[in-house]
């Protein structure tokens, strides 16, 4: 067993860039949080660590994302990435939608840090140095991996 | 080092104690580690790692079992450890059966007590600021037996309503099972009023007393209640060494929680009889390394005197309610005052969640507690999803609080509150 792996030992600054002004900003002032009546799917996602609650709404259209929206409550983060996810997502296509979610867990929890140009949501990369606090960035995303794929697995089995 | 801590705090040595503790020279992000999260679990000093490694490197072997030179140092060990807890809580040796932890030891009064010998419409009262630990094993004991269960409220300022009290020891009521210390609230419970009060109504009384056993004098004597459960890893001991004390007439009447070896007097494919208490709920080989650590631990602490904690502590929480009073803008959920509390602050920094606030305190190197510390509904009793706690013990500096309030200046900073 080697201790050493696992012991931090390096200097963190106090003002490193895990609350970057843009996540404050989201988080302050969250977009669309509301509901959304018209919704499609709804998938409620918790994180116990945290107690982040997110329901996350969307409405397809389609091959595309029409409207997507939130509600919920939890740490800074949690609520930040969700109200940056439905800012990002909304008008997309659900493969594109896909491929993002993808490309932001990977940025997070993967072994590539570049998740190549995602916008805004890069702001949300410090969080990849608090592994206890990575599940509050992806809460949102894996909801709406979900929601996409519920979708994918209703139809194969209205076409089966 | 002449700090100011052992000045303002003589009951206790504070800087020739931390000497003992290892861990505390660790660095964390880069620096001097801040450990305000004792009521999750204590450091653990030298004299407990060197018991423990000497009892494996030196009387290592299987107890209750076997007539080596081994088999017999060990048990003796075991044994010995059974007699200094009892001592240690005033208790006689008989009734202290060795467990896991504090939840292990509830969910054996649960099981082998309240749905074994309890009966349909039978009530057991609890209150609104337990840990789940004595909670949930009452739920379960509640719907297999058929149990009722009421709560005791509490007031503004944290503490037990105890208006109702009398009404809820009446019939059906048979036990009433209560924190000694909130882990949350730091409040401390008059157990010895409440249980004088429930015993004359015929009521048996437990006491989780995982937060109150490793900072303050508990006497079982004094308290005189039928059950008391608390964590060795809690009091400086190893981790897997917990304590259920019960009133032995109690342990024989109850049957037993786990069945195998050692807790067996003879066993025939027909029929088992059962070993004598407190063994009877010894099932299996015992955590004996963990026994033997935490003999050492009551001795550590013995040696330097449960008053003398309690008084170092009191300082503790004083100045962490006087640094949280400067910070500004910080909810206490509690009694608010070291003398009715132990040595536990739960707070809010303005609207920030508490995991911000951890994470941001943990940049500092400062380990507090952020969430709902086991207890969701006393957080929605308080109206509040978590709360962050910091929790003293004896070898915190003040010092180390004025750390605390200085990255409390941080987080207000960031989050742009006040
Ligand atoms: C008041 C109280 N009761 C019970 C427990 C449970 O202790 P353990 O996890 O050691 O079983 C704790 C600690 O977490 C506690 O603070």
């Known amino acids: 067993m080697d201790y050493d792996e696992i012991v931090a030992v390096g200097f963190t600054p106090v003002d490193d860039d895990l609350y970057r002004e843009i996540i404050l900003d989201h988080y302050r002032n969250p977009r669309h949080k509301q509901a959304l009546p018209a919704a499609d799917r709804t998938v409620a996602a918790n994180n116990p660590l945290c107690g982040d609650e997110i329901d996350l709404m969307l409405q397809l259209d389609g091959e595309g994302i029409r409207a997507v929206a939130f509600e919920g409550r939890g740490c800074s983060i949690s609520q930040a990435s969700a109200s940056m996810l439905c800012e990002a997502v909304t008008g997309m296509r659900i493969g594109d939608a896909e491929a993002l979610a993808e490309r932001f867990r990977a940025m997070l929890q993967g072994s590539s840090a570049d998740p190549g140009d995602i916008g805004d949501l890069e702001a949300l990369q410090g969080v990849r140095a608090y592994p206890v606090r990575v599940k509050c960035a992806t809460l949102a995303w894996n909801a709406l991996l979900e929601a996409l794929h519920q979708d994918n697995a209703e139809e194969q089995r209205d076409s089966t | ?418």
């Open chain 2, 1 to 418: 080092m002449t700090t100011e801590a052992t000045v303002r705090s003589p009951a206790l040595d504070v800087e020739r104690l931390r000497a003992d503790f290892p861990i505390l020279q660790r660095r964390v992000a880069g620096r001097q580690l801040v450990y305000l999260d004792s009521a999750a679990t204590t450091q653990k000093p030298a004299p407990v790692l060197r018991a423990v490694d000497a009892y494996y490197a030196t009387s290592n072997a299987n107890v209750h079992r076997g007539v080596h030179a081994l088999a017999s140092e060990a048990t003796d060990l075991y044994e010995r450890a059974r007699q200094r807890v009892a001592r240690f809580i005033d208790a006689p040796a008989e009734g202290i059966v060795f467990l896991r932890n504090t939840t292990e030891a509830l969910n054996l009064v649960a099981s082998s007590y309240a749905r074994e010998l309890l009966t349909s419409g039978d009530r057991v009262v609890l209150s609104v600021m337990e840990h789940h630990s004595n909670l949930v094993p009452w739920q379960l004991a509640a719907e297999r037996a058929g149990l009722q269960l009421a709560y005791l409220d509490i007031d503004d300022s944290g503490r037990l309503d105890l208006a109702g009290l009398d009404e809820l020891l009446a019939p059906p009521t048979k036990l009433l099972s209560l924190v000694h210390m909130s882990n949350v609230l730091g409040t401390v419970n008059d157990i010895k009023s409440i249980a004088a009060r429930a015993h004359a109504a015929g009521v048996l009384v437990a006491v989780d007393a995982a937060q109150s056993v490793p900072h303050s004098t508990v006497s079982l004597r004094d308290l005189d209640v039928d059950f008391l459960a608390f964590s060795g890893h809690k009091m400086c001991g190893p981790m897997g060494a917990g304590v259920l004390w019960a009133r032995p007439e109690l342990l024989e009447r109850m049957p037993p929680f786990l069945g195998g070896g050692s807790m067996i007097s003879r066993v025939t494919l027909e029929r088992t009889t059962w070993n004598t208490v407190p063994h009877k709920f010894e099932a299996g080989t015992p955590d004996v390394a963990g026994a033997v650590g935490l003999h050492a631990a009551c001795d550590y602490i013995d040696s330097i005197g449960r008053s003398a904690i309690r008084e170092h502590e009191r300082g503790l929480t004083r100045h962490l309610l006087d640094v949280l009073d400067e910070v500004g803008d910080v909810t206490v959920y509690g009694p608010r005052d070291a003398d009715a509390q132990g040595g536990v602050v739960s707070f809010n920094v303005g609207d920030v969640h508490p995991h911000d606030v951890g994470t941001i305190l943990d940049r500092s190197a400062i380990a507090v507690r952020a969430g709902h510390h086991c207890a969701q509904p006393l957080m929605r009793r308080l109206g509040v999803a978590a709360t962050v706690r910091a929790s003293v013990y004896l070898y915190n500096t003040h010092s180390e609080i004025d750390s605390l309030g200085a990255a409390l200046g941080d987080v207000k900073r960031i989050f742009k509150v006040g």
